[in-house]
Each structure stands twice: as structure tokens, then as C-alpha cells.
């Protein structure tokens, strides 16, 4: 009889736990979803803002597709942009967006959510990785991007790893005033391939976080050689 109504009472321990584990889940998924229609709401109202001509929030696998080649958008699976702000910016045509990938698979499985800011040149460029030196070091393992350049400031080697297999192209966009920006902006992730100049953060920003970012992407801009845009 003891022993029956201990089993009794460990029944109902574990149905209560398993009932609070459901409850949390619901309350998370509740929130989640509460956060992701707010995100998408003050989205829009940022695009309005910046009087942008496109807004797609919709996951959108065909525009990541479309910039593949950039290794930021070629990591992982199940790769797709949404919260796409489509506009002109100082007079640079570019892309804000959501991006999502995932890593690993089963138990490991891992979503990963970031912020992409991208200019969009006429000119097609070498591919140059910048990053803080843990993050550029793990990316040219994975990607073989190619040597890591070295320059004469060694606090900026210290602090960055720049990879390119175009060793002029690094130095003329590592120059003397984007060091010394980088160096006061920690933390930076910066990949130019192609006609691309993007700036990449993970976790998602903040929505409210975005305009000063987009700002410090122009900031970079401003900071690369004007040569580099003059056709020949």
C-alpha cells in the first residue's frame, strides 16, 4: 500500500513537471512570436523612415542564392534573407536584412540570426575578410579565404585578422584612416567581394540599433580609396 502510493505520488510529480515544460514552451513560443511581429512592424516603419522603396519581411531563400558567393551567406543550411529593407542611402544603393542559417543537425542543431547591411557598387572587387581576430582566424579555416595579411601597425594586427588572396587590394582598403576607424570601432565584421560591401552582425541587432549602423557602413565607405572607384 506504501509503496503503491509512493508510485502514485512520483506520477504526479512527473506529470506536473512534464505539464510546466509544455507551459514554459508555449509561454516561449507566445513571446517569440509577439517579438518577431513587433520586429517586423518597426521594420517597416524604419524603411518608411529612410524613405526606402522596398520591404520584403518574408523568408527569402532566392536573395541569398543570388549572393552566394559572399562566404557570410554561404555558411550553414536551411539559408534564407527576410526583413528585407531595399533602398538608396547617401546615395548608395543597398540591402538591410535578416538572415538566417542553421549548424549542426539533430540534438546539435543550431539556428543562427543575424544582421546584414549591404552597399551594392558598380565596380567588381577581390574578395577581403575583416574581423576580430578570433572570428577571422575560425572563418579562413573554414573557407580557405587565403593569407592572412600583415600590416606595419601591429595594434591593428593584434586586434583584426585580414584575409585576401589579393595582398594589394587588403592594403588598399586596410589604409592608414580605416585602421585607425576600425581600431575605435571594435568588433566589426566587414566583407567586400564583387560589387558587395557588407557588414555583418550576430546576434540580430536591435531594430533601434540599426540607423547607427547603417551609418558606420557609409563610414567604411568613405574611408576606402576613391581609385578603387575610377573606372579605367
Not at 509512493?6 to 512534464?18: A, C, D, M, R
Not at 512570436?33 to 524613405?51: P, T, Y
Not at 542564392?65 to 562566404?71: D, E, I, Q, S, T
Not at 538608396?88 to 539533430?106: A, K, R, V
Request: aromatic fraction near 12%.
Amino acid at each position: 500500500m506504501i509503496a503503491t502510493v509512493h508510485s502514485v505520488g512520483e506520477n504526479i510529480v512527473f506529470l506536473l513537471f512534464v505539464a510546466a515544460i509544455v507551459v514554459i514552451g508555449i509561454v516561449s513560443s507566445i513571446r517569440q512570436n509577439r517579438a518577431r511581429r513587433q520586429r517586423l512592424k518597426d521594420m517597416g516603419i524604419l524603411a518608411e523612415r529612410l524613405g526606402f522603396d522596398g520591404f520584403n519581411p518574408d523568408p527569402d531563400e532566392g536573395f541569398v542564392a543570388g549572393w552566394g558567393f559572399l562566404n557570410r551567406l554561404s555558411q550553414g543550411s536551411n539559408r534564407y534573407a527576410f526583413n528585407v529593407l531595399r533602398g538608396t542611402y547617401h546615395e548608395q544603393p543597398l540591402f538591410i536584412f535578416d538572415y538566417h542559417y542553421q549548424t549542426g543537425s539533430g540534438k546539435n542543431k543550431k539556428d543562427h540570426d543575424l544582421t546584414m547591411f549591404m552597399l551594392v557598387e558598380k565596380e567588381a572587387f577581390p574578395q577581403v575578410i575583416i574581423g576580430p581576430k578570433n572570428l577571422g582566424e575560425k572563418i579562413a579555416a573554414a573557407f580557405g579565404v587565403g593569407n592572412e595579411i600583415q600590416f606595419e601597425s601591429a595594434k591593428f594586427s593584434q586586434k583584426f585578422c585580414v584575409q585576401s588572396k589579393d595582398k594589394k587590394f587588403a592594403y588598399d582598403v586596410c589604409n592608414a584612416q580605416m585602421m585607425e576607424y576600425l581600431l575605435l570601432n571594435p568588433g566589426l565584421e566587414i566583407e567586400i567581394e564583387g560589387p558587395a560591401l557588407l557588414l555583418a552582425f550576430e546576434p540580430q541587432l536591435p531594430v533601434g540599433q540599426i540607423e547607427f549602423n547603417l551609418q558606420r557602413l557609409i563610414e567604411i565607405r568613405s574611408h576606402l580609396p576613391e581609385y578603387l572607384f575610377t573606372s579605367s
